[in-house]
């Protein structure tokens, strides 16, 4: 089966973050396992933005952010 290809509002891809239990978190995952996931330039800069702020130290570490950024990256090579 071909994969499909997949896009995420930030807001979403954000939810699926704070709360890994999520309906968002578990599209996130599976679109990262199975899909294509496609994003604009401009939706990628804002997520790190949004997700690099400071408000979001209590909620996620800072650790478990920067490897979401990791895996959404377009340098993945697939994006």
Known sequence: ????????????????????TSTPAQAL?????????????????????????PKFDRYVSRERRDSLLLRLSPARGDC
């Open 1 to 20: 089966m071909e994969s499909e290809r997949v896009v995420f509002d930030t807001n979403v891809l954000i939810s699926g973050l704070l709360s890994t």
């Open 29 to 53: 995952e599976l679109a990262i396992r199975r899909d294509k996931m496609v994003a604009t330039f401009e939706t990628l800069r804002e997520l790190m933005t949004k997700l690099l702020e």
